[in-house]
């Protein structure tokens, strides 16, 4: 993974892409990524904390593909050092039902994020949102 003072601020792993410009760090699932389980959550985080350096950062995550998030990985998702390096964060959702799964995750969840979270259908949606936490 290279860090943000590395020339190239595209990184990826055998789940994940992310990209940090403009301010705000892109995260897409890759297409073959069905499941996100409990080692790809561990791994997200590691290698978003290496590329922020743990600094707070507006992360829009796209979940493409993914239609199904393990307990463990949920659980794992609102721990706060799993989210350090996070100000705030828009999903992507491409389905209607992954829409509503992801946005009753994250109503119970709210209480434990310390930080604004939305699911969004449209990337243009998400990125207008996302924009007003941009250092």
Same mark, same amino acid.
């Given at each position: +993974?290279? =860090?943000?003072?590395d020339a190239s601020l595209f990184a990826e792993n055998a789940y994940l892409t992310y990209?940090?410009?403009?301010?705000?760090?892109?995260?897409? &699932?890759? =297409?073959?990524? #069905?499941?996100i389980t409990f080692p790809i959550a561990l791994l997200t985080a590691a =290698?978003?904390?290496?590329?922020? #350096?743990?600094?707070?950062t507006?992360?829009?995550v796209d979940i493409n593909q993914a239609c199904h998030i393990d307990v463990k990985a949920m659980k794992y998702y609102v721990l706060?050092?799993? +989210?350090?390096d996070v100000s705030a964060s828009a999903i992507l959702v491409h389905r209607y039902p992954q829409y509503l799964a992801t946005t &009753?995750?994250?109503?119970?969840?709210?209480?434990?994020?310390?930080?604004?979270?939305q699911?969004?259908?449209?990337?243009?949606?998400? +990125? =207008?949102?996302?924009?007003?936490f941009v250092e």
């Open positions: +993974m290279p =860090d943000a003072n990209q940090l410009e403009g301010g705000i760090l892109f995260q897409r &699932f890759k =297409d073959e990524v #069905k499941r =290698d978003r904390q290496l590329l922020t #350096k743990r600094h707070a507006p992360l829009f706060p050092e799993s +989210m350090v &009753f995750f994250l109503s119970i969840s709210r209480r434990y994020t310390p930080f604004p979270v699911a969004f259908l449209s990337r243009e949606e998400a +990125m =207008d949102w996302l924009q007003q």
